[in-house]
T-cell receptor, first 116, second 115 residues
């Protein structure tokens, strides 16, 4: 069965520190998609990145970077030089790519607090 | 282009009452879904639809009903509200699914309290 584990319930850092949010997934499929969403205190869900299982290239977008390793079933998210505005709950999600599926399986989320 | 909209933003119900949470999207997306978010559990899929007239159950469908008469709208009905349905409800849509899964975009959420 599909499963996403975000073992870090809450992380607290001081502004300008780097922080890595861990995501480990389980699936029996060879084709699947991984996502990261951000949920700021205002409550909406903001899409950050989507990656398919055949693309293991790491991605960098500004201060954000993602490390996808199929060998360890991990899709970790790093924020470099964190800022107070990065304070939010971050969710990792998994979806199988099948002809009938587009369901997202979410991890339980990691709450990031960036202190000034 | 408003994206995905949800109404109401907040709702308080008494046990046994029924109500409908509204969801609409203006992106002509075929795929729509409803999730609930409970503390410490992430989001869980309630029901989803792959197009007008087609719906299916997700992970936690009991106590909820859906229909999809148009591409734009996907209402979620609570048949007889229970305190266990106190949650934040999110609607999402995407332009494609299956083998070419597109990103799901979420509405702002409805915070529901059942007393």
């Amino acid at each position: 069965a599909q499963k996403v584990t975000q073992a870090q319930t809450e992380i607290s850092v001081v502004e300008k520190e780097d922080v890595t949010l861990d995501c480990v997934y389980e699936t029996r499929d060879t084709t699947y998609y991984l996502f990261w969403y951000k949920q700021p205190p205002s409550g909406e869900l903001v899409f950050l990145i989507r990656r398919n299982s055949f693309d293991e290239q790491n991605e960098i977008s500004g201060r954000y970077s993602w490390n996808f390793q199929k060998s360890t079933s991990s899709f970790n998210f790093t924020i470099t030089a964190s800022q107070v505005v990065d304070s939010a709950v971050y969710f990792c999600a998994l979806s199988e790519a099948s002809y009938s599926s587009y369901k997202l399986i979410f991890g339980s989320g990691t709450r990031l607090l960036v202190r000034p | 282009n408003a994206g995905v909209t949800q109404t109401p933003k907040f709702q308080v119900l008494k046990t046994g009452q029924s109500m409908t949470l509204q969801c609409a999207q203006d992106m002509n997306h075929e795929y729509m879904s409803w999730y609930r978010q409970d503390p410490g559990m992430g989001l869980r899929l309630i029901h989803y639809s792959v197009g007008a007239g087609i719906t299916d159950q997700g992970e936690v469908p009991n106590g909820y009903n859906v229909s999809r008469s148009t591409t734009e709208d996907f209402p979620l009905r609570l048949l007889s509200a229970a305190p266990s349905q106190t949650s934040v409800y999110f609607c999402a849509s995407s332009s494609s699914g299956g083998m070419s899964l597109d990103t799901q975009y979420f509405g702002p959420g409805t915070r529901l309290t059942v007393l």
